[in-house]
């Protein structure tokens, strides 16, 4: 009655409740976004330790459906502070793509290993707008 005042149909009625029926079934899309982690491996681990770390993240990030895109081990390097009265670790860097829902596993698996004295994990997508005022920087 409220639509049919609008100059609503009970036929137009349908289409509509039709049209929203089949948008809210379109199977969704998992989209693949770009992460980069930086961990730092206790230094008593050797550094045979750390690439097993390393390892560890890869296979984890490629078994979770995600790729791999870059790796970089720095080495050992000192810390500017003590760290969990630490003064140096074993460095990694790693850019991968996957899904949102990966990032929760892959950060529940970090937080269970025990050589790694800090990690940060990051999203390495580029801002659509260019900023956070909408420029782009030079």
Not at 24 to 47: F, G
Not at 94 to 110: M, P, S
């Amino acid at each position: 009655m409220f639509l049919e005042k609008w100059g609503w149909t009970k036929r137009a009625n349908c289409v509509i409740v039709t049209s929203l029926l089949r948008v809210s079934l379109k199977p969704m899309t998992m989209t693949m976004k770009k992460y980069e982690i930086m961990t730092i491996t206790d230094v008593t681990a050797k550094e045979e330790g750390a690439l097993t770390v390393s390892n560890t993240i890869k296979d984890l990030v490629s078994a979770l459906g995600g790729k791999v895109l870059t790796s970089d081990f720095w080495g050992k390097r000192r810390f500017a502070y003590e760290v969990e009265h630490q003064t140096e670790g074993w460095y990694d860097i790693i850019n991968f793509e996957c899904t949102q829902d990966a990032v929760g596993k892959i950060k529940q698996k970090l937080n269970q290993l025990d050589q790694l004295v800090r990690y940060l994990l990051i999203s390495a997508e580029e801002p659509k707008n260019g900023g956070k005022d909408g420029k782009k920087s030079k």
